[in-house]
């Protein structure tokens, strides 16, 4: 109990909590004194006989002096405790104090105000005898017109028979200028019951413009959906460029296809050249040879006839020497046919590896007509969707002139009705202020009696507590139960709690009563920065003051043109709201079309993801592809975009020793000049002007660069 009412303190009651502890320790300090005293004093040899009347006569003197002690401790105590309830009681009346002289500050600040409010009346009726003074100069002036206007008609009478013609017209212009009159005072009152219409009419200007306002927010919503729809168009445009790029490689790829088909006639015509230059290379190298023998046969036997048996034995290492030649082109001839043994096997896996690809090139060629039918629908229903977007581009633009310009109406229309309600009649505010003034006094006052009554509970409660508390120690003097001091003391502890919860609420009190007065306050400060606003905007007191109204006013000339203004309005705001229907319903149909848009992005993504694994494999097959023909035929070929290709040796020293390639619209294949094509002038002269074979060129040059390889490894 002790723990939980220390979580719930604060700092007033700190003390109050130290007073309990302390007469907590106090009472079981003397129940330990207590036991202490009796065992000692029952331990102590007594002299004197041990009867029972001396025991109990040295136990109530005991007992009244430790009595005595705690009564001395609870005056204190008391004591304590009275200084803390004086020190709240300044403090309270500090407060009290405080709020007073705020309350004075607030009367001074209302003698001001009222001061203002007689400084404005005095002013107003400074105003009214101005006003006075400037119509006795009217009155003045009209009697010097109608003295005027006397000898004007005195004139007229001595000259009415030279001047008959000229007085008929201005008779007539009189009876115009009467009728003008009457004319006006109708008008004025037309203006005044107009003014009441122009009223209502502006409050539904308010409501139609706040729909209009609600149209446009839904249009600018509709319109970001339109945007959202373009941008999905352009993606998909984006994926349909994918696509045709997908196109192109796959025409690519069939053109490298029947390449490599001309290439692989090449070779087989290429090996039997080779072939065929082989065994005439070595017909030729034999009938060298047998001149050579035959030759120096004549010679020997013209010079040597005489040496048959030298001759014998040369023949027979001719023979010799022969058949040795003969092993070796039958040794070469079997190479060769094992080479094309494994060439056929490998042209027999390019075939079917082609096979294969013509099936997957046939597969993209329907997959993409598929393509190109969705992406002309989506080019069909693209193009449509621009028209209706410049459609309403268009109407937005005329939309948003037309929207400046109600603006700008609507300002003017303002700026009227503003000068129309400086002009009509307003209620004075010094009776709200005097209100508001007399409802801050009753609060302070109510306040005041409220803290009044606080301190006064408070005080009733600390007496209601000091005589528990005497209560509770007469009992515990009378020799009560250990058990009923416990539940006493738990009693003591709850009341003080209850009285701690209730300090507690005072002071939230007191706290809520503060806000209250600053919101007061603010709302005064508003009351008086309003108050000079209105009279630096001309604000007068009507049972005072008094409008005159001219004839021939421009304000009524005004009120016209904005009655003008305010039909053309409503033309021009049932024409935007017959635009926005027909644009929501446009819009309505685009949902439609956003729909099918999304349909239409599957089935490109299916598409893609189809074009994706179709590039895959290509792209490895062609990987695949160019590493065998790297491997097989010694050189790498790279493409480029604009129908050029490079190919860099396997033998070359650097990868800039390259040749460049172009093809030809017609299918031609010619050889770009480069750097190192210059150092190459007796193999292309041979090759490809005089042979006109790129192959050939090709394969001498292999077989310059292994031999230039070869020399150096060497």
Aim: glycine share 2%; proline share 1%; net charge negative.
């Amino acid at each position: 109990m002790e723990q939980r009412f220390a979580l719930g303190m604060t700092p007033d009651n700190t003390k109050v909590m130290r007073i309990m502890g302390e007469f907590h320790d106090f009472m079981s300090a003397a129940k330990e004194n207590s036991m202490q005293q009796s065992s000692h004093i029952s331990a102590i040899p007594f002299s004197l006989p041990s009867d029972d009347d001396h025991k109990q006569s040295t136990a109530l003197q005991v007992s009244n002096v430790l009595s005595k002690v705690k009564l001395k401790q609870l005056e204190s105590n008391h004591s304590s405790s009275e200084k803390l309830l004086i020190q709240r009681t300044v403090n309270l009346e500090s407060k009290i104090k405080e709020l007073e002289m705020e309350k004075q500050i607030l009367h001074e600040r209302c003698s001001k105000y009222q001061v203002q409010v007689t400084d404005l009346t005095q002013q107003s009726i400074d105003l009214s005898d101005k006003v006075k003074d400037l119509e006795q100069t009217k009155h003045e002036e009209i009697l010097k017109w109608e003295e005027s206007a006397m000898e004007i008609q005195r004139l007229k009478q001595q000259n009415e028979q030279k001047f008959a013609m000229q007085t008929q017209m201005l008779n007539e212009r009189i009876n115009d200028l009467m009728s003008q009159k009457l004319t006006m005072e109708k008008e004025e009152q037309l203006f005044e019951i107009n003014q009441a219409e122009l009223c209502s009419q502006v409050e539904q200007y308010k409501s139609q413009a706040q729909a209009a306002y609600q149209l446009q927010a839904k249009y600018d919503e509709k319109t970001n959906q339109v945007l959202q729809a373009e941008h999905t168009i352009h993606e998909l445009k984006m994926r349909l460029e994918n696509v045709q790029e997908a196109e192109n490689m796959a025409h690519i790829l069939k053109q490298d296809m029947n390449r490599l088909r001309q290439l692989e006639i090449d070779v087989s015509h290429l090996s039997r050249e080779n072939s065929n230059l082989k065994l005439n290379q070595e017909n030729c190298a034999l009938l060298k040879e047998q001149l050579i023998a035959a030759n120096t046969k004549l010679q020997r036997l013209e010079e040597k006839c005489n040496e048959i048996p030298k001759i014998v034995a040369e023949n027979e290492a001719l023979k010799e020497k022969l058949n040795k030649t003969q092993n070796a082109t039958t040794a070469n001839v079997d190479d060769n046919v094992s080479l094309l043994q494994n060439h056929s096997s490998f042209n027999a896996k390019l075939e079917k590896e082609i096979e294969t690809l013509k099936e997957q090139l046939a597969t993209s060629k329907s997959r993409s007509l598929e393509d190109r039918k969705n992406a002309a629908e989506y080019e069909i229903k693209f193009t449509e969707q621009t028209e209706a977007i410049s459609s309403l581009k268009a109407q937005l633009i005329r939309l948003k002139k037309r929207a400046s310009l109600f603006a700008y109406e609507r300002d003017s229309i303002r700026s009227l009705l503003q000068t129309y309600d400086a002009e009509l009649t307003m209620t004075s505010h010094t009776t709200q202020l005097n209100k508001r003034l007399d409802n801050m006094t009753s609060v302070n006052k109510k306040l005041h009696d409220r803290i009044v009554e606080l301190e006064l509970e408070s005080q009733r409660h600390v007496e209601d507590t000091l005589r528990h508390k005497l209560q509770v120690k007469q009992m515990q003097l009378g020799g009560s139960l250990s058990s009923g001091q416990k539940q006493e003391e738990m009693s003591i502890s709850s009341v003080l709690e209850e009285k701690s919860n209730e300090v507690l609420a005072l002071k939230e009190k007191i706290t809520s009563f503060e806000t209250e007065r600053t919101n007061l306050m603010e709302k005064i400060a508003n009351l008086e920065a309003w108050i000079e606003q209105r009279n630096l905007n001309g604000d007068y007191n009507p049972d005072k003051t008094k409008v005159l109204h001219f004839t021939m006013n421009p304000a009524d000339l005004a009120h016209q043109q904005s009655k003008r203004d305010i039909t053309e309005l409503k033309e021009q705001n049932a024409k935007l709201q017959l635009k926005l229907r027909q644009l929501e319903e446009g819009h309505e149909v685009s949902m439609s079309e956003i729909e099918f848009s999304k349909e239409a992005k599957t089935k490109l993504n299916a598409a893609e993801l189809k074009n994706q694994r179709l590039k895959e494999v290509f792209s490895k097959k062609i990987q695949e592809f160019r590493q065998v023909c790297y491997s097989l035929m010694g050189f790498q070929v790279v493409c480029s975009s604009d129908g050029k290709f490079k190919l860099l040796s396997m033998y070359a020293d650097s990868e800039t020793d390259c040749l460049e390639f172009e093809v030809k619209s017609s299918g031609e294949i010619e050889l770009l000049e480069t750097e190192y094509t210059k150092t190459l002038t007796d193999l292309i002269s041979l090759h490809l002007h005089h042979q006109n074979s790129i192959p050939m060129f090709l394969s001498a040059l292999t077989v310059n660069l292994f031999g230039q390889q070869t020399m150096m490894a060497d």
